[in-house]
């Protein structure tokens, strides 16, 4: 069965440090997720692509957050500079079709910033 | 946007007991309630889902009925298992403009009890 793969799996850095978080969806899924999750909470959107394009980034910490899907397939996200208040699970999901189908999650990297 | 409420926080039952689990949102144009089961340190994954298109949907142990007058929706699991602890999470779909968004709750620690 296809699962939607992240790498790495943990992150451990230093405040102001550089990181980078990436995934792979499942093969010919069109629209993938980044997500946060703080220990205790749901996950809360950080921004969403349709194929290669951005088409929700309203929750994006642009100062310090990027995120792109050069050629619609893997996605990257980074972080610059890393806060103390960063340190969280980052879920890569992906759907198949128009948004709104089954979303399926990756197993998540955990950042921790020292 | 969407604001979805997920109670209660923790539950335990006898296994053989059965558990229940609410939540509720605010825009009453979200059409898609997704419930998503989290073991510790792995992915969320879908266990069932419901549309606003009807009001109650059953997978073995499992079912979900939404009440879009009240904007609640319920997780049911009969004849619990030590396997059923998790975290469950529901969601529910922001509406339009939004383009598939899921809003989760909080999330409910369920703990099964042998």
């Known amino acids: 069965e296809a699962e939607v793969a992240q790498s790495p799996r943990y992150k451990i850095t230093e405040k102001s440090q550089a990181v980078a978080f990436w995934c792979d969806p499942i093969s010919g899924h069109a629209t993938l997720y980044w997500y946060r999750q703080i220990l205790g909470q749901g996950p809360e959107l950080l921004v969403q692509f349709q194929d290669e394009s951005v088409v929700d980034d309203s929750q994006l910490p642009k100062d310090r957050f990027s995120a792109e899907r050069l050629k619609g397939v893997d996605s990257t996200l980074k972080i610059q500079p890393a806060e103390l208040g960063d340190s969280a699970m980052y879920l890569c999901a992906s759907s198949l079709g128009p948004p709104g189908e089954t979303q399926y999650f990756g197993p998540g990297t955990r950042l921790l910033v020292l | 946007g969407e604001n979805v409420e997920q109670h209660p926080s923790t539950l335990s039952v006898q296994e053989g007991d059965s558990a229940v689990i609410k939540c509720t949102y605010s825009?009453?144009?979200?059409?898609?309630f997704p419930w998503y089961k989290q073991e510790l340190g792995k992915r969320p994954q879908l266990i069932i889902d419901i549309r606003s298109n009807v009001g109650e949907k059953k997978d073995q142990r499992i079912a979900v009925t939404l009440n879009k007058t009240a904007k609640h929706f319920s997780l049911h699991i009969t004849e619990t298992q030590p396997e059923d602890s998790a975290v469950y999470f529901c969601a529910a779909k922001g509406r339009g403009s939004t383009l598939g968004r899921l809003y989760f709750g909080r999330g409910t620690q369920l703990t099964v009890w042998p």
């Open positions: 825009d009453s144009a979200s059409n898609y």
